[in-house]
């Protein structure tokens, strides 16, 4: 009978390391939850920047392509007085 209670100590033991093991692993788990939804928020946070930038990258694009076009017409324009100018010059000195 002594060696039973020999096993029931030693299987006490063991329950008793495995309960402490589990809160260890429990207490890791939640520290590990915390840690995903913090880094959940700052993907939130980065991912609404991005769409904040790519819309003003947009309003960017359609600025410079309008004030392109106007510096191609403004040189069209300028280009044709020029052209202008030049014939009306030729004409009086002839």
């Known amino acids: 009978m002594a060696n039973r209670g020999g096993y029931v100590t030693v299987a006490a033991e063991e329950m008793e390391e495995l309960r402490r093991r589990n809160k260890e692993l429990s207490r890791e788990v939640e520290e590990m939850k915390t840690e995903m939804i913090k880094l959940w928020q700052r993907t939130v946070v980065a991912e609404e920047a991005e769409e904040r930038l790519c819309s003003q990258l ?3 694009e359609v600025e410079s392509l ?10 069209l324009f300028l280009m044709d007085q020029i052209s202008r100018l ?6 009086v000195s002839l």
Request: net charge negative; no cysteine; charged share 30%.
């Open 66 to 75: 309008d004030q392109a076009r106007d510096y191609h017409d403004r040189m």
């Open 86 to 91: 030049s014939s009306s010059s030729l004409a």
């Open 58 to 60: 947009a309003e960017l």
